[in-house]
């Protein structure tokens, strides 16, 4: 006698309530968070040129969905003509630019001599690795120096150091590495470098939720350092963009 074979269903397990209220009202991108661990947010940018450097940022400051400050400078000098953006924990980011300002300023009193670019960002770069489970920094170090002219070196999260023509990081950049990588051109003079970035950065803007606010810039170069803004009425793309693209 032939005997039916029966097949067992699984079973469907409803979802329990500590997965629904661990995912009740978060993003994607918020979810991996511990608790009382902020979600931050920026654009940054450094550009060189033949000249120089072009550093650039946003000016909006969250902490989780609240705006914190709206117009912050989010480009910080550590020496005469070396500057950094700063992403991530505003906290961190600015304990370590105390340090390498100190320790950039020390060593130009020593040796009697401008400061090398790459020995900025190797410095920062040693702070982020050696202390890489306790921050949340991730850094674009530019500027100008003797040796080497301009130059940019990107410091992302976990502390590697690599040096690049261009570099953009924060939240904002994974809209804009397209754009960036059509638009950027080898030799760029400084008006082109500076329309580079503010168009790139108000596209992030416009995108990111956690980037807005103005945008602000540093040109550096052997004859010194230009700081601009952008106000948030005068972006070149965005709902207040005179191009009014996309809107």
């Known amino acids: 006698m032939m005997y039916a074979q029966q097949q067992q269903q699984p079973m469907m397990m409803a979802p329990s309530t500590a997965d629904s209220d661990a995912y009740s009202g978060k993003s994607a991108?918020?979810?991996?968070?511990?608790?009382?661990?902020?979600?931050?947010?920026?654009?940054?940018?450094a550009v060189q040129f033949d000249k120089g450097v072009v550093l650039c940022a946003d000016s909006r400051v969250s902490t989780g969905a609240y705006v914190a400050n709206r117009a912050s400078d989010k480009i910080a000098q550590l020496h005469d003509h070396i500057w950094c953006c700063r992403s991530g924990s505003a906290a961190d980011t600015q304990a370590l630019t105390d340090y390498v300002r100190h320790f950039l300023a020390?060593?130009?009193?020593?040796?009697?001599?401008?400061?090398?670019?790459?020995?900025?960002?190797?410095?920062?770069?040693?702070?982020?690795?050696?202390?890489?489970?306790?921050?949340?920094?991730?850094?674009?170090v530019g500027g100008w120096d003797p040796v080497s002219g301009g130059a940019v070196y990107n410091i992302p999260l976990g502390g590697a150091c690599i040096p690049m023509p261009f570099a953009i990081g924060g939240s904002g950049s994974t809209f804009i590495y397209g754009l960036v990588?059509?638009?950027?051109?080898?030799?760029?003079?400084?008006?082109?470098?500076?329309?580079?970035?503010?168009?790139?950065?108000?596209?992030?803007?416009?995108?990111?939720?956690?980037?807005?606010?103005v945008i602000r810039t540093c040109v550096a170069t052997a004859e010194g350092n230009e700081?601009?803004?952008?106000?948030?009425?005068?972006?070149?793309?965005?709902?207040?963009?005179?191009?009014?693209?996309g809107w």
């Open 181 to 213: 990588d059509s638009e950027y051109k080898e030799n760029m003079t400084k008006d082109e470098a500076l329309a580079l970035v503010t168009k790139a950065v108000s596209h992030a803007m416009s995108r990111d939720g956690s980037s807005g606010g």
């Open 106 to 140: 020390q060593l130009a009193v020593e040796s009697g001599r401008l400061p090398e670019v790459k020995v900025a960002a190797h410095l920062m770069r040693k702070l982020c690795y050696e202390n890489k489970d306790n921050l949340m920094a991730g850094v674009i």
């Open 227 to 245: 700081r601009a803004m952008v106000p948030g009425d005068k972006l070149p793309y965005g709902p207040s963009g005179n191009s009014g693209k």
């Open 29 to 45: 991108e918020t979810r991996h968070l511990k608790p009382g661990e902020l979600s931050t947010g920026t654009t940054i940018m």
